[in-house]
């Protein structure tokens, strides 16, 4: 198991009494399950919870990404318990952290693994993209606004003829010149590949 510096990081700061008290601990560690084997609508909740409310929500971010992180990691790559133990140490949890993590880890293991498994292994078509340009004045705080922005919908298929939701993002004039720019720049590399 393998993970990025920042996620190493993050673990690190959970594995600290200081900042994270045994209670705040079990509540992020709870809450990551949950908003992975939820969906994203449970996401924000998940972190509202009385234990976590003194920690910086920065912080509670960090960390909670972090924890998130390592338990995809584990579960994508089949970790066992030896395995997971090992990594918390070298990002220096103590024995009862580790015992914590890894109960959880074996109570939600099932329940990961088919949601990893429903994510699939292909990459989605895009297949038309749509458009309309807004106009915001002001925003819900009151202040003026004045900037247009773009409404993207991406339609997309996958490989497996299944239907899927439509992609949708806001962006602004110098996002979308970006992102025009960046799929331009693709299809020169791809026509480039195919003719050698």
Same mark, same amino acid.
């Given at each position: 198991m393998?993970?990025?510096?920042?996620a190493?990081?993050?673990?690190?700061?959970l594995?600290?009494?200081?900042?994270?008290?045994?209670?705040?601990?079990?509540?992020l560690?709870?809450?990551?399950?949950?908003?992975?084997?939820?969906?994203?609508?449970?996401?924000?909740?998940?972190?509202?919870?009385?234990?976590?409310?003194?920690?910086?929500?920065?912080?509670?971010?960090?960390?909670?990404?972090a924890?998130?992180?390592?338990?995809?990691?584990?579960?994508?790559?089949?970790?066992?318990r030896a395995?997971?133990?090992?990594?918390?140490?070298d990002?220096?949890?103590?024995?009862e952290?580790? /015992? $914590?993590?890894?109960?959880?880890?074996? +109570?939600? &293991? =099932?329940?990961?693994?088919i #949601?990893?498994?429903?994510?699939?292994?292909?990459?989605?078509?895009?297949?038309?993209?749509?458009?309309r340009?807004?106009?915001?004045?002001?925003?819900?705080?009151?202040?003026?606004?004045?900037?247009?922005?773009?409404l993207m919908?991406?339609?997309?298929?996958?490989?497996?003829?299944?239907?899927?939701?439509?992609l949708?993002?806001?962006?602004?004039? /110098? $996002?979308?010149?970006?992102?025009?720019? +960046?799929? &331009? =720049?693709?299809?020169?590399? #791809?026509?480039?590949?195919t003719?050698?």
């Open positions: 393998e993970l990025a510096e920042a190493q990081s993050g673990l690190r700061r594995a600290d009494p200081g900042c994270f008290s045994a209670r705040a601990y079990a509540a560690l709870q809450a990551a399950f949950r908003s992975l084997l939820s969906g994203q609508a449970h996401h924000q909740a998940a972190l509202d919870h009385p234990d976590l409310e003194h920690i910086d929500p920065a912080v509670l971010k960090f960390c909670h990404a924890a998130a992180t390592c338990i995809v990691e584990a579960g994508k790559h089949r970790a066992e395995v997971i133990s090992t990594y918390l140490e990002c220096k949890f103590d024995r952290r580790i /015992e $914590q993590f890894c109960t959880e880890y074996q +109570k939600n &293991k =099932d329940s990961l693994e #949601l990893l498994g429903s994510v699939g292994r292909c990459p989605l078509h895009i297949t038309d993209v749509s458009w340009l807004e106009y915001q004045i002001k925003t819900n705080q009151l202040h003026k606004n004045y900037h247009p922005a773009y919908t991406l339609n997309v298929e996958g490989s497996d003829s299944r239907s899927h939701p439509d949708n993002f806001s962006c602004s004039m /110098e $996002q979308l010149q970006d992102l025009v720019g +960046k799929l &331009k =720049d693709a299809a020169k590399s #791809l026509e480039r590949t003719q050698l």
